[in-house]
Nanobody
Framework: QVQLVESGGGSVQAGGSLRLSCAASGRTFNSYAMGWFRQAPGKEREFVAAIDWSGFRTYYTDSVKGRFTISRDNAKNTLYLQMNSLKPEDTDVYYC?????????????????WGQGTQVTVSP
């Protein structure tokens, strides 16, 4: 079992940056592939970025490529999402998620564990 707690959300103006963190409980963090998703009110939760167990392989949705960077520190049991050049359309609740395994997973339904979410608001 893995418990995930996100932090780092907040309000920023367009063009600004935020770094989200996701702290994971347990001693087997490096057994899990990880991902970030986001969701606006009334909309489906959508994939943002994913990383494999080692941190060497990453994958992004097209709308964040070149602006967001996913990374992990397995020694600290922590997942990160560095978000630069933020746009108003990036405003959402951001969730981290974990799935046991070594490969990158992009499908929401495959993830086993979810955090509670952190709000990101980008003003024009």
């Amino acid at each position: 079992q893995v418990q995930l707690v996100e932090s780092g959300g907040g309000s920023v103006q367009a063009g600004g940056s935020l770094r989200l963190s996701c702290a994971a409980s347990g001693r087997t963090f490096n057994s899990y592939a990880m991902g970030w998703f986001r969701q606006a009110p009334g909309k489906e939760r959508e994939f943002v970025a994913a990383i494999d167990w080692s941190g060497f392989r990453t994958y992004y949705t097209d709308s964040v490529k070149g602006r967001f960077t996913i990374s992990r520190d397995n020694a600290k049991n922590t997942l990160y999402l560095q978000m630069n050049s933020l746009k108003p359309e990036d405003t959402d609740v951001y969730y981290c998620a974990a799935v046991r395994g070594i490969l990158i997973i992009t499908a929401k339904a495959e993830y086993e564990y979810w955090g509670q979410g952190t709000q990101v608001t980008v003003s024009p």
